[in-house]
C-alpha cells in the first residue's frame, strides 16, 4: 500500500480503470487528470488536461507517482510515453512511434500487408484521382467500399460508399475539402468486409503479452445498428462467438505477429493493443488497432477481471510480463450508455441527472460527460454516463442492467435499447 498513480483522462474508461486501480492493495492513492465527479470520489482530481504532455510530466515527479497510465489516444500520438520514459517515469501506454497503430491507418496496414496479418485488401493513394480509379474497381461490380481518412478524426474517420458517387463524395470530402484537415492527406481504399465485430484486448510490454478478453461494442446510435457512428454505445464481454478457439485463432494469427513485427520496425509496442476485428468467413480480419483501452468496452473489462490490475499494468510498464497473468471472473457483464438528446449531433448540457440513488448497491456508474454545480450532478457532454451490471449469464446481466437504466432520467436521454441483442437471439 504504497503506490501513487496517476490515470490521464476524463471519461467512462477513465471512470472504471480508476475504480479498478483503486482497489489495489499495492495502491495507496489514485489521481486523475483531469477526471470527472464520477472519479473525484474514487480518487484526486486534478485540473490538467489530457493532452498537456509538460504539466504532467511534473505532477508526477511533485507527487512522486509510481505509475502512469493514459486513457486516451491523443496524448499517445502526442508522445507522452516518450516524455515520461525520457524522464524516467514509469507509464503504461506506447510510445509515439508505436501508437502509429492506431494513429496512422496507412503504417497499420502497410505492417499488416508486410508481416501477413490478416485485413481487408486494400491501396493507399495521395491523389483522389487514382483512389476514384481504384474505388470504381469494387463499385462498378456492385460492391461497397470503405474509405479511411490516415490520421486520427475523432472516430470519424472511416466512410463506407455503397456506390461510385459516395466514394467519389468521401474522397472528395477527405482529400480535397480537407474534413479532417492533415489526417486526410493520405487516404485507405479497402474492401468492405462482412460479418460480427469483435473487440480483442491484450497488454503486450513489448516481447510478451497477456490477453485480457473480447467484447463487442454498439457503435451506432440507433437499435438494429442504425443511424450515425457514435463513440460506443454499450458493450458487453465475451460475446458466444469468442470461443477458444477463435481466441487462439486471433493470438496466433493478429496479435503475436503484430508484437513481432512491431519489433522488428524498431518500434517494440507496450500498453493495450486493442484490435476491432470483423470475423469473417475466411476467419478474423484486423479491422483497425487502436493504442489504448476501448471506450465503453473498458467499463465491462474492468469488472470482470479477477484480482489486482495494478501489477499487470506495471509489468507491462516494466518490460516484464513474463510471470504474470489475468484472471477472469466468471459470468457476464453488460453496460449500457445513457446520451445527451441529439447525440452525436448537437447536443445541451446542463441537463440535471437523477435517479442514481435508487440503483441496486452492486450497480455500477461510470461518468463520462458529466458536471457538478450547486450540488447537482448535470449532463457535460454527448456521452453521460453507463450502467454496469454483472450477472451469471449474458441474459441475466441484460435484464439487470435495463430494469437499472430505467431508475435514471434527465431531460433529452437517449439509449440503445438492444445492447447484446445479438448474444440473445
Ligand atoms: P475503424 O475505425 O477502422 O474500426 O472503422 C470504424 C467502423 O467502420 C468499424 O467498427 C466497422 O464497423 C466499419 N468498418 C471499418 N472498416 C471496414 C471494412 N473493411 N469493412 C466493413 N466495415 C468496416
Ligand atoms: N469502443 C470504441 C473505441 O474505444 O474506439
Same mark, same amino acid.
Given at each position: 500500500m504504497s503506490k501513487r498513480v496517476l490515470v490521464v483522462g476524463q471519461g467512462g474508461r477513465e471512470h472504471a480503470l480508476v475504480w479498478k486501480l483503486a482497489q489495489s492493495p499495492e495502491v495507496k492513492k489514485?489521481?486523475?487528470?483531469?477526471? %470527472? *465527479?464520477?472519479?473525484?470520489? $474514487?480518487?484526486?482530481?486534478v485540473d490538467i488536461a489530457a493532452n498537456d504532455i509538460e504539466k504532467l510530466v511534473a505532477f508526477a515527479k511533485e507527487?512522486?507517482?509510481?505509475?502512469?497510465?493514459?486513457?486516451?489516444?491523443?496524448?499517445?500520438m502526442e508522445g507522452i510515453a516518450?516524455?515520461? @520514459?525520457?524522464?524516467?517515469?514509469l507509464v503504461f501506454g506506447p &510510445?509515439?512511434?508505436?501508437? +502509429? $497503430?492506431?494513429?496512422?491507418?496507412?503504417f497499420s496496414k502497410d505492417l499488416f500487408k508486410k508481416y501477413g496479418i490478416p485485413t481487408a485488401s486494400y491501396e493507399t493513394f495521395c491523389s483522389p484521382y487514382e483512389a476514384r480509379v481504384y474505388a470504381r474497381f469494387f463499385t462498378d461490380e456492385g460492391k461497397s467500399i470503405v474509405i479511411k481518412a490516415d490520421g486520427l478524426a475523432a472516430g470519424k474517420g472511416v466512410i463506407i460508399a455503397n456506390t461510385f458517387e459516395e466514394a467519389d463524395q468521401a474522397i472528395e470530402s477527405i482529400m480535397k475539402d480537407k474534413q479532417f484537415g492533415s489526417a486526410g492527406d493520405r487516404i485507405v481504399v479497402e474492401e468492405f468486409l462482412e460479418g460480427e465485430e469483435l473487440s480483442f484486448f491484450a497488454i503486450s510490454d513489448g516481447t510478451n503479452f497477456v490477453s485480457i478478453m473480447a467484447a463487442q461494442d454498439h457503435k451506432r446510435v440507433f437499435d438494429f445498428d442504425e443511424g450515425p457512428n457514435t463513440g460506443g454505445m454499450g458493450a458487453y464481454v465475451n460475446p458466444p462467438v469468442y470461443t477458444? &478457439?477463435?481466441?487462439?485463432q486471433i493470438i496466433r494469427e493478429v496479435i503475436q505477429p503484430t508484437i513481432h513485427a512491431m519489433q522488428q520496425e524498431g518500434c517494440p509496442y507496450q500498453g493495450v493493443l486493442y484490435a476491432g476485428l470483423m470475423l469473417t468467413e475466411e476467419g478474423p480480419k484486423?479491422?483497425?488497432? %487502436?493504442? +489504448?483501452?476501448?471506450? *465503453?468496452?473498458? @467499463?465491462? $473489462?474492468?469488472?470482470?477481471?479477477?484480482?489486482? $490490475?495494478?501489477?499487470?499494468?506495471?509489468?507491462?510498464?516494466?518490460?516484464?510480463?513474463? %510471470?504474470?497473468?489475468?484472471?477472469?471472473?466468471?459470468?457476464?457483464?453488460?453496460?449500457?450508455?445513457?446520451?445527451?438528446?441529439g447525440y452525436p449531433g448537437p447536443f445541451e448540457k446542463g441537463k440535471e441527472i437523477?435517479?442514481?440513488?435508487?440503483?441496486? #448497491?452492486?450497480?455500477?456508474?461510470? @461518468?463520462?460527460?458529466t458536471c457538478e454545480k450547486d450540488g447537482k450532478l448535470l449532463t457535460n457532454g454527448g456521452r453521460v454516463l453507463a450502467v454496469v451490471?454483472?450477472?451469471?449469464?449474458?441474459? #441475466?446481466?441484460?435484464? +439487470?442492467?435495463y430494469r437499472e437504466v430505467e431508475k435514471v432520467h434527465f431531460d433529452g436521454m437517449h439509449y440503445r435499447r438492444d445492447i447484446a441483442r445479438r448474444a440473445l437471439n
Open positions: 489514485v489521481y486523475s487528470a483531469p477526471g %470527472n *465527479p464520477g472519479i473525484a470520489e $474514487l480518487a484526486e482530481c507527487k512522486d507517482i509510481s505509475l502512469t497510465v493514459v486513457g486516451p489516444e491523443v496524448p499517445l516518450d516524455r515520461f @520514459q525520457q524522464e524516467n517515469l &510510445t509515439k512511434e508505436a501508437a +502509429r $497503430l492506431e494513429g496512422s491507418k496507412v477458444d &478457439t477463435l481466441k487462439e484486423v479491422l483497425e488497432y %487502436n493504442a +489504448r483501452f476501448g471506450d *465503453p468496452e473498458t @467499463q465491462v $473489462l474492468m469488472p470482470m477481471i479477477e484480482g489486482d $490490475l495494478f501489477p499487470i499494468l506495471e509489468a507491462a510498464a516494466v518490460g516484464d510480463l513474463t %510471470n504474470t497473468e489475468v484472471g477472469v471472473k466468471s459470468g457476464s457483464c453488460v453496460c449500457v450508455v445513457l446520451a445527451s438528446g437523477q435517479g442514481l440513488q435508487s440503483l441496486e #448497491s452492486d450497480i455500477l456508474v461510470f @461518468q463520462a460527460g451490471a454483472g450477472g451469471e449469464t449474458i441474459k #441475466s446481466a441484460t435484464e +439487470r442492467v
